[in-house]
C-alpha cells in the first residue's frame, strides 16, 4: 500500500513538474522569427490603414458572439459530437488510472481529450480562409466562437468535467483570455484559471459576473485579431484569417488541455 501511494505521488510529482514547465514556456515564448521578420512589418503597414472604430466594432462583435454561443449555440455545438461517447470514454479510463496509476493510463485520458484538436483547429482554417477569400471579415466570428467552445468542451469532458455553470464558464472565458494575452496580463489569467478551479473543485460557491469576464474576454479577442479580421475582409488576400484562427485555436487549446489536466491530477491527488 505504501509503495502504491509513493508510486502514485512519485508519477503525480512529474506530471506537475511538466505541466508547470509547459507553463513557464508559454509565459516565456519568443515570437517566431519567420512572422517578427517577414510579418510584422508587412502587419504594422496594414495597422496603419485599419479605420480606428474597427476596434471598438470587433469588440462588440465578439461580445455579441460570446453572448449568443453561450445562451443558445451550446446544443448546437453538442450536436458535432458526441458527448456521452467522451464521458463514457473518460468514465473507463479514470477506472483504470484509479486501480493503476501508471503512465500509460493516464495517456489514455490524454487521448480521450486531445482526439478532435486537429479537426477543430482544420474547420478553423477553412472557415477563416473561405470567408477571407470572398471578403467576409466579421459575420464569422460567432462560427469561430463556436469552434473555440466546441474544442475547449471536448477537453473539459475529456478530463471527466462539465461546462454547463457560471463558475465553469468563467473558467472558460480566463482559459480563453490566457491564450490571446502576453506577459503579465497572461500570468495573471493563467493564476486566475488555477484559482476559480480550485474553488469549484473544493464545493466553494462563487459568483462570477460574466458581462464583465466576457467584455474583457472580447477586447484581448479583438485586440489580438484585428489586423487579421481586417485583411479577411479584403478578397484574396484574407486568406491569411484563416492561419491565425488556427494559430488562435491551437493556442486556447493548449492553455485547456495544461489546466484541465491540471484540475484533474489535483483531484485525484487529493483523493
Not at 504594422?44 to 455579441?64: G, H, N, R, W
Not at 503579465?184 to 473543485?201: H, N, P
Not at 484562427?245 to 483531484?267: G, V
Request: hydrophobic share 35%; glycine share 8%; proline share 2%.
Amino acid at each position: 500500500m505504501i509503495k502504491n501511494s509513493s508510486k502514485k505521488d512519485k508519477l503525480l510529482n512529474k506530471q506537475f513538474n511538466k505541466i508547470n514547465k509547459i507553463e513557464e514556456k508559454i509565459l516565456t515564448k519568443k515570437e517566431n522569427g519567420f512572422i517578427k521578420n517577414r510579418l510584422n512589418p508587412y502587419k504594422q503597414k496594414v495597422e496603419e490603414k485599419i479605420p480606428k472604430k474597427l476596434q471598438s466594432t470587433l469588440e462588440k462583435a465578439f461580445e455579441k458572439g460570446f453572448k449568443i454561443v453561450f445562451q443558445k449555440g451550446t446544443s448546437l455545438i453538442e450536436k458535432s459530437y458526441n458527448k456521452e461517447k467522451i464521458k463514457n470514454e473518460f468514465d473507463i479510463n479514470n477506472y483504470g488510472f484509479d486501480k493503476q496509476t501508471t503512465k500509460k493510463n493516464l495517456k489514455k485520458i490524454d487521448r480521450n481529450s486531445q482526439n478532435k484538436l486537429i479537426l477543430n483547429k482544420s474547420i478553423s482554417i477553412l472557415e477563416g480562409g473561405l470567408l477571407g477569400i470572398l471578403g467576409i471579415g466579421l459575420p464569422d466570428i460567432p462560427l469561430f466562437i463556436g469552434v473555440i467552445l466546441k474544442t475547449i468542451y471536448e477537453i473539459c469532458l475529456g478530463y471527466g468535467y462539465n461546462y454547463d455553470t457560471n463558475q465553469e464558464k468563467a473558467y472558460i472565458l480566463n482559459i480563453i483570455c490566457a491564450a490571446v494575452t502576453t506577459g503579465d496580463t497572461q500570468k495573471r489569467y493563467l493564476e486566475e484559471i488555477d484559482l476559480i478551479g480550485s474553488e469549484i473543485d473544493n464545493g466553494i460557491v462563487k459568483q462570477y459576473f460574466l458581462d464583465d469576464l466576457t467584455q474583457q474576454c472580447s477586447k484581448y479577442m479583438a485586440s489580438s485579431m484585428l489586423t487579421s479580421k481586417f485583411i479577411q475582409g479584403l478578397p484574396l488576400i484574407g486568406i491569411i484569417g484563416g492561419i491565425t484562427n488556427y494559430k488562435t485555436i491551437k493556442d486556447i487549446s493548449n492553455i485547456a488541455k495544461i489546466k484541465y489536466k491540471k484540475r484533474y491530477l489535483n483531484k485525484i491527488r487529493n483523493n
